[in-house]
Nanobody, 124 residues
Framework: VQLQASGGGLVQAGGSLRLSCAASGHTFRSYVMGWFRQAPGKEREFAAAISWGGGSTYYADSVKGRFTIYRDNAMNTVYLQMNSLQPEDTAAYYC??????????????????WGQGTQVTVSS
């Protein structure tokens, strides 16, 4: 599976962005999908995950209530709708796919494929 993330950009605090992650291959619907982010000088951290069918989601506390992850298996794409963005959300955002994750509390080590990252910058 190859993943291509897009949709990042510069936005003012309180604004919104929608990230997209397009996957190649016909097995997309078999993967748990997630979004991680990494700010400068910090470790990569989990943001959100979604089950293979899209019926279950899980969020980090830092984004819960503001971000929404969803997927379109017919389009082989997973999205991250980000609302009420704050400067602390500034980071490179990475989509990831896992074949073996046992839950939606997704860790980076469980992810088999990664997108290239898309930069989100939130100005105050």
């Amino acid at each position: 599976v190859q993943l291509q993330a897009s949709g990042g950009g510069l936005v003012q605090a309180g604004g919104s962005l929608r990230l997209s992650c397009a996957a190649s291959g016909h097995t997309f619907r078999s993967y748990v999908m997630g979004w991680f982010r990494q700010a400068p000088g910090k470790e990569r951290e989990f943001a959100a995950a979604i089950s293979w069918g899209g019926g279950s989601t899980y969020y980090a506390d830092s984004v819960k209530g503001r971000f929404t992850i969803y997927r379109d298996n017919a389009m082989n794409t997973v999205y991250l709708q980000m609302n009420s963005l704050q400067p602390e959300d500034t980071a490179a955002y990475y989509c990831a796919a896992s074949r073996t994750a046992r839950s939606l509390v997704l860790t980076a080590s469980e992810c088999d494929f990664w997108g290239q990252g898309t930069q989100v910058t939130v100005s105050s």
